[in-house]
């Protein structure tokens, strides 16, 4: 019997540091760790990869890579990882590094080759050349590629772009978006930048000092008002939607989400059929009893208030609501929640000042 | 071949096999020293750097009664029937791999240390056994560190003398040595050959040493730029 996701608990403690890890995870799609550093999300992330020992449980799709018993080497272990910063042997050309870890992977395992790969990665134009004549960017691309010729069944990457430059960032994030729609294995992304992880991330796990707070499905999870990380200012839920139409004479365009639609900028001039992640931050929702279109705010969506929850800061009251199956977070005045009379199940008419497609 | 190319070609085979020998010995003993945090580190660090501070004469002696034919080594190489190592080239060898063990050990050590643990994760993450890591990783890039060992524990070698002389003697062909054969040139007042066997001596090792900075400074420059 195989069971599918990844299942790890681990247990270690080191120099003051404990990890205490309980995880099911899913079996494919982005799982993104997140939280402060020093949380304990990079150990996590050896301890899946065999980097540092620590007891425990790992087993990967059905495969046990770790339990009371057996251990296997991280060169026994079909994983790959990409490191944060530079990591190319700096001995061996751009095509060295790609074949270090591919001529090691049995050829009935190889399916992954240096073809696809370059491609996704756009690397043609760099194959002869050395990692010290690379840019940052370029050099993250490179190991990204050389760890996927090992054909990995699992992807483990450790901030791959903190170390870079916010243009290399812009530069390496659409080839992230490729290779998590195009790879059928689990990723597990480690990152501390809300915005990467509201970009690519389908699952969230939120970690503080070295235990688990809370995981689950991305929109779910942003979407929940007691959120025990305080996002505050950025709290933001994450909507998937298509994009329908664009308006040439007022530079709008429509995105239809399930439960409705809502008009955007349009900046980055999408094509009609795309799809796109939106993100609404809780600070640009407002709540009225009654549509009142004779205002600026053109999105207007009815919605149920759903929960209300005091925030962090005292007199804030940030409120879920949902339009369709959609959530939405409105943070509002704790006076106008009051005055509003907001319960859960009313019937209210959500306005949303500002959409943003996720970049 | 005549008595003066004899020892020569008797010195740089010594010096050759030494070499070999200790690259094959001295690697690992480094790499231990370069990684481990085992207690006996530091014993092991101050066994292995002996032979710098020790006069040659006193690891001379103690060798020659070890492998003498009442000491420990030489009865035991008596019994396999190696017969004992004192006065053959073979004992030679023996206490040259001993007396030049620092001159490998140091320079190896040093690279080592200076090897970043990331690039042997990222080999490991790329299905690379321990020792295939240490293989096309560790050496390609400790390659100036393995030159420059190398090269010393040659040169080291080539200009042994007082080991030599307590447990090689001076036996032409076997065990007589370049500093052996000068020294005698210049006890017998034959100034003339001493001057031939130490001037080439002196060419000979500047040349090497010459090389050697030649083609350190090029592989640095290879490792500055990135």
Known sequence: ?359 | MSPEWQTVWLTLKLAGITTALLMVIGTPIAWWLARSSHWLRQPVAALVALPLVLPPTVLGFYLLLLMGPEGVVGTLTDTLGLGTLPFTFAGLVVASVLYSLPFTVQPLQNVFSTINERMLEVAATLRASPLDRFFTVVIPLARPGFLTAAVLTFAHTLGEFGVVLMIGGNIPGETRVLSVAIYDHVETLQYGSAHLLAGGMLVFSFLVLLTLYLINGRLNNGNLKS
């Open chain 1, 1 to 359: 019997m195989k069971e599918p996701g990844i299942l790890a608990r681990f247990a270690t403690g080191f120099a003051g540091f404990r990890l205490d890890v309980d995880l099911e995870l899913p079996g494919n799609g982005v799982t993104a760790l997140f939280g402060h550093s020093g949380c304990g999300k990079t150990t996590l992330l050896r301890c899946i990869a065999g980097l540092q020992s620590c007891a425990g449980k790992l087993s990967v799709n059905g495969d046990v890579w770790q339990d009371d018993n057996t251990r296997l080497p991280v060169h026994k272990r079909p994983l790959a990882y990409v490191f944060q910063e530079t990591s190319l042997f700096p001995h061996l050309s751009v095509n060295g590094n790609l074949g270090f870890g591919y001529h090691r992977t049995p050829v009935a395992q190889r399916q992954i080759h240096p073809p696809q790969v370059i491609d996704w990665l756009g690397l043609s134009h760099l194959l002869d050349r050395r990692p010290d004549r690379l840019s940052g960017g370029e050099r993250q691309r490179v190991a990204i590629a050389r760890a996927l010729l090992t054909s990995p069944r699992l992807l483990l990457m450790d901030e791959p772009l903190s170390a870079l430059d916010q243009l290399s960032k812009r530069e390496i994030l659409p080839y992230l978006e490729t290779l998590r729609d195009s790879l059928d294995i689990p990723i597990v992304y480690v990152s501390h930048s809300p915005a990467e992880v509201a970009r690519l991330a389908d699952y969230i796990v939120m970690m503080d000092q070295g235990r688990v707070v809370t995981r689950g499905c991305l929109q779910e999870t942003l979407a929940r008002p007691d959120q025990p990380f305080a996002l505050e200012e950025d709290a933001a839920v994450i909507v998937p939607a298509v994009i329908r139409e664009r308006d040439p004479q007022w530079h709008l365009c429509r995105a239809e989400f399930e439960g409705g639609s809502l008009w955007l900028r349009d900046d980055h001039q999408p094509e009609p059929g795309s799809r796109v992640r939106l993100q609404i931050l809780a600070r640009d929702v407002s709540i009225a009893l009654a549509a009142n279109p004779d205002q600026s705010i053109q999105n207007l969506l009815p919605a149920r208030v759903m929960d209300i929850a005091a925030d962090q800061r005292p007199g804030v009251t940030t409120v879920r609501l949902q339009a369709g199956t959609t959530s939405f977070l409105s943070r509002i005045t704790s006076r106008s929640a009051h005055q509003l009379g907001l319960s859960p199940g009313m019937e209210v008419c959500l306005q949303i000042k500002s959409v943003a497609i996720v970049e």
